[in-house]
């Protein structure tokens, strides 16, 4: 059974595909470019609902024929990329990067990549833009998808369509409460996954179920709001959407009924029917599916070899060349492959079995040999600089373990405690240059700290192991250690702009609020910090206990192993690739700024000069990284503040 050709569905998947490719082009006027996968979604429901309830109803459904159908259509395409992938990947890819690209070709070939990306970090962080394969995470939710959406229909189908609908609608329901609650509470796994993203295809689905059982309305008129409508919802959602939009919750609700609105209303006479009829438009809905796969190995190696300064004339060079490499592989790769005359159904199972085989062991190589560290040796000295400092039982201890475990003593063990050493994962940094400073003044500091907690006074994270590790008692709880202990300071060290703006691109970052449940906004975020900046400065002062505070280094915007790996590669060198003075000034505007209006009160430490002239912010010497990633200090880095914890260590109260 064929299912009669609608031009429009190719249109719509132009519709779909274009925005996805400028958003990740990072064009501003498509900020919410990332909702054309779920007009895929929603597509890929209506046309493979179509034809299995189609083939169902004459009893005709064979699950084999289902899935060489899927493989035809997928998989050639696919390893003709990942294979174009490959050579690009062993020459530009530092270790680290290419250790990751192996785990992602592994979650590829095995339809989980949604899963690996989900674990690895967020779709929206900067390091995103540099995977060569996380737009497939939207292909391994669909294949999930449809391993288990034929199982169900062939075991509820004798309980009638009403039924079915009874339960799909069930599920719809759930997944998409599931989606709401969890893009606020657990943002990246509902992002990726199949039980938050499920609902999406559903839409699809029920479009199909309708257009099985009704013909399109009668009414011209209707057909025509409908439609303009439908359209109206893509589009709003491409323009107003962006990476602070809580996603997929009841806002994906706008370009998903939208597009469900396109595949019922927008018929024959239709001013949108004849838009997405256009023969360019569905020219380009033909090869989306090639031009999705292409557009995101095209932009992310690019940022590699280019370091992230990418113009938008190369960005648009980029996106063109994604459209015409799709287009080769339409008619080349895809094309011939679903040819059932030349490729027997044997012939393309065992082309799929091999193929996954070969890019899985492959991906396991990388795996198991660290991204083939050796393509490029560094020097004992380089290498241990990118060391991360050790955490034994200072940090990330939830604050209600016993005195003996929440924190740790540096310098000398016996006596008062005369400083605390508290913060985020920046003040581990420290901890050795301090331990050796303190020793030497003989001075006791008790040190703890927790990830992504703010050192200030009635904040709540919105990070999940903050749940536990309760970063409000913790400064609760600092705060009276302080005052019993009558100590002569406390230095706070924290990533303060992770808190305000997040990242370069302002994504990533760590939301606070003044009430545990929130809300959570990125301005409210911003509020939080400075009030509870002031309510912090005020308590101890109210103590007399002087606070010693330390500004951040400045962020990069790459790791340094991918640094040093292209600089022996002759691909850059130490100042062109380390972050513009101008960029990180700008991301750390609004914490300098609030920490300054307390200048008289508190010791600021600005430590930017430190490692910046008036142009660049270096991110090591030749043979040596300041860094152990893109924004925490090696040990080595650590060692250029020594004159600042001196300074600090030296004002005892005595």
Not at 49 to 66: H, L, P, R
Not at 235 to 246: E, W
């Amino acid at each position: 059974m064929h299912m009669k050709y609608r031009a429009e569905i190719d249109g719509l998947r132009a519709l779909a595909v274009l925005p996805v490719i400028l958003f990740h082009a990072g064009f501003e006027w498509f900020s919410g470019g990332f909702v054309g996968v779920d007009v895929f979604f929603v597509i890929s429901g209506y046309l493979i609902t179509t034809i299995i309830i189609s083939e169902m109803a004459e009893g005709k459904f064979s699950i084999v024929n289902f899935y060489e159908r899927r493989a035809r259509r997928i998989l050639p395409a696919l390893f003709f990329v990942m294979s174009a992938c490959l050579p690009f990947a062993w020459l530009w890819l530092a270790p680290n990067d290419l250790k990751d690209f192996g785990q992602s070709l592994v979650a590829v070939s095995t339809f989980s990549s949604n899963i690996l990306f989900w674990q690895q970090s967020g779709y929206f962080d900067t390091a995103a833009e540099l995977k060569p394969l996380l737009h497939t995470w939207s292909l391994a939710v669909e294949e999930q998808y449809y391993i288990l959406f034929p199982i169900f229909l062939m075991l509820t189908w004798r309980l009638g369509i009403k039924w079915v609908l009874i339960l799909l609608s069930v599920v719809f329901l759930l997944s998409l409460g599931v989606a709401q609650w969890g893009a606020y509470y657990k943002p990246s796994a509902t992002f990726f996954l199949l039980p938050t993203r499920g609902w999406e295809l559903l839409v699809g689905v029920f479009a199909a179920f309708y257009l099985k059982h009704n013909t399109h309305l009668k009414s011209h008129f209707l057909n025509q709001v409908l439609s303009l409508l439908g359209f109206g919802m893509i589009v709003y959602s491409i323009v107003a959407f962006d990476k602070t939009t809580p996603f997929p919750s009841l806002h994906a609700l706008i370009p998903t009924i939208g597009t469900g609105l396109l595949i019922l209303f927008a018929v024959p006479k239709t001013l949108i029917h004849k838009l997405l009829s256009l023969k360019f438009i569905v020219g380009i809905g033909l090869i989306s599916y090639s031009a999705y796969l292409w557009h995101q190995p095209f932009l992310a190696f690019a940022r590699h070899r280019l370091l992230g300064d990418v113009s938008d004339f190369i960005l648009i060079v980029l996106c063109t060349a994604s459209l015409v490499m799709a287009w080769f592989s339409w008619k080349f790769v895809e094309a011939p492959f679903r040819n059932r005359k030349t490729l027997t159904r044997k012939k393309i199972f065992f082309f799929s079995i091999v193929c996954m085989a070969l890019f899985s062991s492959l991906g396991i190589s990388m795996h198991l040999k660290n991204g083939y560290e050796d393509r490029v040796s560094f020097s004992e000295e380089l290498a241990n600089s990118f060391k991360r400092p050790s955490l034994e039982n200072c940090f990330d201890t939830p604050f209600n373990h016993s005195v003996e475990e929440w924190g740790c003593i540096l310098g000398r063990s016996e006596g008062r405690i005369n400083f605390i050493l508290f913060g985020d994962s920046h003040s581990l940094s420290f901890k050795t240059l301090i331990d050796q400073k303190a020793k030497e003044k003989d001075v006791k500091v008790f040190y703890t700290g927790s990830s992504g907690c703010l050192p200030f006074l009635g904040i709540y994270p919105k990070r999940n192991d903050q749940y536990e590790n309760n970063c409000n008692l913790l400064n609760e709880r600092i705060f009276e250690l302080a005052k019993s202990n009558d100590v002569d300071g406390i230095i706070l060290s924290a990533r303060w702009s992770y808190y305000t703006y997040g990242d370069y691109g302002y994504s990533g970052a760590q939301l606070v609020s003044n009430l545990p449940e929130g809300p959570f906004s990125l301005q409210k975020s911003i509020d939080t910090f400075t009030t509870a900046l002031e309510r912090t400065v005020d308590n101890y002062n109210s103590i007399d206990v002087p606070i010693h505070l330390i500004t951040q280094p400045p962020h990069q915007k790459y790791p340094p192993q991918s640094v040093y790996f292209r600089i022996a590669k002759g691909m850059g060198s130490v100042e062109s690739v380390s972050v513009r003075r101008s960029d990180f000034d700008r991301l750390n505007e609004i914490p300098i700024n609030a920490f300054y209006k307390y200048e008289s009160k508190i010791n600021i430490y600005n430590i930017t000069d430190l490692f910046c002239d008036e142009y660049v912010c270096l991110i090591g010497e030749r043979d040596r990284s300041f860094y152990f990633d893109e924004d925490h200090l090696g040990t080595y880095g650590a060692l250029k503040l020594e004159k600042v914890i001196d300074n600090i260590l030296s004002k005892e109260v005595l």
